[in-house]
């Protein structure tokens, strides 16, 4: 199976502040990754998939990148409502697997 | 307007068998994979396993594959999962979703608690 380690695996951040999480993958995953919030008691959303296309609706203060085998999800100015956690998901082979998260909070 | 709304959950024993139910609306149901993914309490997402179009393709996390089911009924819109054997380490929610590689919709999630 490929890992994928995540992290911080808890960050505090200010409003308007750049924030960037980072996944790395145990293999080769090409482009075949995506990005998840959870707001507290709700379902994860998509937001970023295959490395760096944002989803429907998600501002463009979300942005993907990717340098080999490591990817960032980055978030240009932080607002209130990105408060969450994020999950990194790879889409190259089965099983799916995803990060272990990232909890965002307000400093 | 996209829909899944999962349903079957509950407190079950250990041991015994549970069947949730994933009501999807809004799309061509018969057009799209269909996944399960769980979530633990206070821990990160797991895929289960996944569905295509026609049930002819059914792919499972590994440590799973000998317990849990995936079907569906495109008459229905309805998405299935059978779990037997159940273990304290199954309790969690379970979440149904659209899947392109990627799970571009979720439901809101069904709550299972196993326990005597």
């Known amino acids: 199976d490929i890992q994928m380690t995540q992290s911080p695996a808890s960050l505090s951040a200010s409003l308007e502040e750049i924030v960037t999480i980072t996944c790395q993958a145990s293999?080769?995953?090409?482009?075949?990754l995506a990005w998840y919030q959870q707001k507290p008691g709700k379902s994860p959303q998509l937001l970023i998939y295959g490395t760096t296309s944002l989803a429907d609706g998600v501002p463009s203060r979300f942005s993907g990148s990717r340098s080999g085998t490591q990817y960032s999800l980055k978030i240009s100015r932080l607002q209130v409502e990105d408060i969450g956690i994020y999950y990194c998901?790879?889409?190259?082979?089965?099983?799916?697997?995803f990060g272990g998260g990232t909890k965002l909070e307000l400093k | 307007e996209v829909k899944l709304v999962e349903s079957g959950g509950g407190l079950v024993q250990p041991g015994r068998s549970l069947k949730l139910s994933c009501a999807a609306s809004g799309f061509s149901f018969n057009d799209y994979w269909m996944g399960w993914v769980r979530q633990a309490p206070g821990k990160g997402l797991e895929w289960i396993g996944e569905?295509?179009?026609?049930?002819?393709?059914?792919n499972y996390t590994p440590s799973l594959k000998d317990k849990f089911t995936i079907s569906r009924d495109n008459a229905q819109n309805t998405l299935y999962l059978q779990m037997s054997k159940l273990g304290s380490e199954d309790t969690a929610i379970y979440y149904c979703a659209r899947e392109e590689l990627y799970f571009d919709y979720w439901g809101q999630g069904v709550m299972v608690t196993v326990s005597s």
């Open positions: 293999q080769n995953i090409g482009n075949w």
């Open positions: 569905i295509n179009q026609d049930s002819s393709t059914i």
């Open positions: 998901q790879q889409a190259s082979s089965t099983p799916w697997t």
